[in-house]
């Protein structure tokens, strides 16, 4: 069922006005409040889980990140039910090498500013999914044991990659670039601290050289291929054959 007026009930003036194509995960709407547009989105996400993306986001916020900031429920709250209302981020998607360079180095500022910051609830780093067995979607114990194998073996050499919060799935239609050229952010629902390389591996442009951008290719399709193996079974089998095309190739 979509969302109704009683599920934004907490923001009095709120007004529904279409669905917004494309959420994969997540129902997200588009709104009208006191005149100006918004997003309303329903979150899947734990209560802490999601008060952990709201925390960063108003972190972000303070550091001078452009990020939908979060619109208060009338008594005060960050969320009502899971439900989240955002300011509306204008812009456009990146398309050219220039707009994908600033990206990529607003994701790099991004994991930069946050190396020390605290695991988001229910998430681990990839490397130690043998011992945590759960991250965002990801749930080792659902995969086959030679799938489980193929993963864990691309994660477990990636040991020395730096961690710190990454975005988590940031594509063109998850960016903005503004008319003054700044990048802005979209959907902060899988971002959690993990390598960084999750968020380097398939922009625009290649921001890592050589070996590194190979194994990056190869954290994706495996990160890709857990994390949706329930939810994007399609998907996610498609990612699991491009990782065993690539390491037939790199072998």
């Known amino acids: 069922m979509g969302l109704t007026p009683t599920d934004v009930a907490a923001w009095p003036d709120l007004v529904l006005v279409s669905k917004v194509d494309g959420g994969h995960r997540n129902e997200v709407w588009r709104g009208d409040l006191g005149g100006r547009p918004i997003a309303v989105r329903r979150s899947r996400r734990e209560p802490e889980s999601l008060a952990w993306e709201l925390g960063l986001l108003a972190f972000l916020h303070r550091h001078d990140f452009v990020i939908p900031m979060v619109v208060a429920t009338a008594d005060g709250e960050s969320s009502s039910g899971g439900v989240v209302v955002q300011n509306w981020l204008p812009g456009r998607e990146p398309s050219s090498p220039e707009d994908w360079q600033l990206v990529a180095d607003e994701l790099q500022r991004l994991h930069r500013v946050t ?32 799938v489980t194998e193929e993963v864990l073996a691309v994660f477990e050499a990636l040991t020395k990659v730096p961690t710190a919060v990454v975005h988590g799935d940031p594509g063109a239609s998850n960016i903005r670039i503004g008319t003054d050229g700044l990048v802005g952010l979209l959907d902060w629902d899988e971002s959690r601290v993990d390598l960084v390389w999750h968020d380097l591996s398939n922009l625009g442009i290649q921001v890592l050289a050589g070996n590194d951008h190979s194994q990056a290719q190869a954290l994706s399709h495996a990160w890709e291929a857990v994390n949706g193996w329930l939810a994007e079974p399609t998907y996610a089998r498609r990612r699991l054959d491009q990782l065993r095309d690539l390491v037939r190739e790199t072998s």
């Open 115 to 146: 190396v020390s910051y605290p695991q988001r609830p229910g998430c681990s780093e990839v490397h130690r999914l043998r011992r945590q067995r759960r991250s965002v979607d990801a749930d080792v114990d659902e995969l086959p044991d030679d």
